[in-house]
């Protein structure tokens, strides 16, 4: 084959097969993935861990099955242990007996198998099934500077803006090939210049504005550019907290999934901004002003596509991404005085927050569970975009306050307080 | 007829109907339902591509300006291939994306013969000039001819 980037002696070693067939087709599929993007060559993996996208044993999905077969046959397994991103089922989600049928006789019937592969190819452990696997208690925290091989586009724009790391928009696959050969090809975000602003977002909405709609407003102008956002900090607190972090997880996810993002600069906050500042802004940079006029527009121009839009939710997911622990506490207050307020005991729609294993529990290690366990809300570790993506959800109104879910399913988007109202309170 | 140039990036030679999306292609959306639910044709499930929505995809030249949706695009796209169910050929007006650069790379390395001959770079123009049912004849070096 022709490669047009620059190899070391030991890549061009393994691509000409002098470390067997597979590893060689390991190495052809990242060069020419590279090669596309016009990479000038292979830069080293350098984080501890990596983190897979595809956590789903899905019947659909058997001709990945049967690669991952023929990787772990040649001993060609990753050279990192990986997390994974969240489970499909969980028992103590709410569903129907169609719905649990559909799951474990027709959609997921490869899930036990698939995990039994993946702990072969180096899963970090049985509770490692998160798309938030960098929050302090599950461990998988990409350092500055880390060059990854990830795919989940939460954690990706997560790892780049907010922790500084290096990783690509990678699909699935192509994830666990750049952990197994220990390189990835560099372009795109893992270069200095693909990594400058060519969009500047002013912020000048009269109160914080909600992340899952600032991302999404984003998201939707700037598609698959990087923005240098200005007039956020002062509503984050001007420091990179916990609250920081959390708000920035979600405005990433939304950024990801109703565009394209990869990464983000928020002034004075993410570290490559704090670093470099305007110097991150190219010249030619274009500006896209977001007010709250701005905002609300977006918010109008989602499509509602129940069938009935008037029905009544019969559920309502939080926690796409997972929730944080610090957003599990905070809800868990919230939820409480809305119910107290209401003169309610119990939330009135079935509500699930939805989390990583380890931080729900760390979360049971506080007395904040007893007291979530109480007003009615269920805790689980699963993807709630995984449990609607399927026919049977087309027929149930689920609520939620995340734009991914939004756009991937037919859940309908409401914002935080709204969410608040409709599960303490009773819905429209 | 009519000739567009663009960059092969998986070349082979073949002929088929055109099928034509203006707006993104939601790899998963649209071939979660056809690859799960053994749908031979492929039917494209994704609700919010309205020129796409409900027609057959397999065997058609997919005419698009890139994929969007879930990083597991690619991965989508080399179960379609392997499963027999990818249009027979998928050609971008804009660069190609990395999601549908992986499922076209993946599918050539890891797969029997050519399964998706991909070309990307095609322009604008292409993507206005395009109608469902023309007959398009790619080339290995990237030309796209249309009757």
Excluded at chain 1, 16 to 27: H, S
Excluded at chain 1, 67 to 88: C, H
Excluded at chain 2, 136 to 146: I, N, P, S
Aim: glycine share 8%; aromatic share 8%; net charge negative.
């Amino acid at each position: 084959m022709e490669v047009k980037m620059q190899l070391t002696e030991e890549q061009q070693a393994i691509l000409n097969g002098e470390k067997g067939e597979t590893l060689a087709k390991v190495m052809e599929t990242m060069v020419r993935y590279g090669d596309v993007f016009g990479a000038d060559k292979m830069v080293p993996v350098t984080s501890k861990y990596n983190h897979l996208v595809t956590s789903v044993g899905l019947k659909a999905l058997a001709p990945v099955y049967e690669l991952m077969d023929k990787l772990i046959d040649a001993g060609a397994v990753s050279k990192q242990q990986f997390s994974m991103d969240p489970r499909p089922m969980d028992s103590n989600v709410p569903s129907d007996l169609l719905q649990d049928i559909v799951f474990k006789y027709f959609m997921f019937t490869r899930q036990e198998f698939y995990e039994g592969q993946l702990e072969k190819l180096g899963l970090m452990n049985k509770n490692a099934f998160t798309c938030t696997c960098y929050m302090d208690e599950v461990g998988n925290t990409p350092k500055k500077g880390d060059i990854l091989s990830w795919a989940e586009s939460s954690a990706v724009v997560y790892a780049n803006s907010v922790l500084g790391a290096r990783c690509n928009r990678n699909s699935g696959i192509i994830d666990l090939m750049g952990s197994v050969l220990g390189y990835v090809p560099s372009f795109g975000l893992l270069t200095d210049e693909g990594r400058k602003a060519s969009w500047i977002i002013e912020v000048r909405t009269t109160k914080k504005p909600e992340a899952q709609l600032l991302g999404s407003a984003v998201g939707m102008k700037v598609m698959e550019e990087v923005p240098y956002v200005r007039g956020l900090d002062k509503w984050l607190g001007g420091k990179l907290d916990d609250d920081a972090k959390t708000y920035l997880k979600d405005f990433g996810a939304a950024t990801a999934s109703n565009g394209a993002v990869g990464l983000y600069h928020i002034e004075n906050i993410t570290p490559e901004a704090v670093e470099l500042g305007e110097k991150l802004i190219r010249e030619d940079a274009k500006v896209y002003v977001i007010d709250d006029q701005e905002l609300q527009r977006v918010y109008d121009n989602y499509p509602v596509i129940w069938k009935n839009k008037d029905a009544k939710p019969k559920l309502c997911f939080m926690g796409c991404p997972h929730m944080s622990l610090n957003q599990l506490i905070s809800w868990t207050e919230k939820v409480e005085a809305s119910l107290k307020a209401a003169g309610n005991t119990q939330v009135v729609i079935p509500t699930v927050f939805t989390a990583a294993p380890d931080v729900l529990k760390a979360f049971g290690e506080t007395p904040y569970a007893a007291r979530l366990k109480k007003t009615g809300v269920i805790t689980s570790y699963i993807c709630p975009l995984m449990y609607m993506n399927n026919p049977m959800s087309t027929r149930k109104p689920v609520i939620t306050s995340s734009n991914k879910l939004r756009t991937y399913t037919n859940a309908r988007y409401y914002t935080d307080d709204e969410i608040l109202e409709q599960i303490t309170k009773g819905g429209k | 007829m009519k000739t567009f140039k663009g960059r092969p990036v998986v070349p082979g030679n073949v002929t088929a109907e055109a099928l034509v999306s203006h707006g993104g292609l939601n790899t998963l959306a649209s071939f979660q339902k056809a690859l799960q639910f053994g749908d031979k044709k492929a039917t494209c499930g994704d609700q919010n591509n309205t020129d796409l929505y409900g027609k057959q995809m397999f065997g058609k030249a997919l005419c698009l300006p890139q994929t969007i949706g879930s990083t597991t695009g690619g991965l989508v796209l080399y179960c379609a291939c392997s499963m027999g169910r990818q249009p027979a050929c998928m050609l971008f007006s804009e660069p190609i994306d990395s999601l549908a650069a992986a499922g076209a790379i993946l599918s050539d390395v890891w797969l029997e013969g050519t399964p998706l001959p991909v070309v990307d770079c095609l322009g604008a123009e292409f993507l206005e000039y395009m109608k469902d049912g023309m007959t398009v004849t790619v080339k290995e070096d990237g030309t796209v001819e249309v009757s």
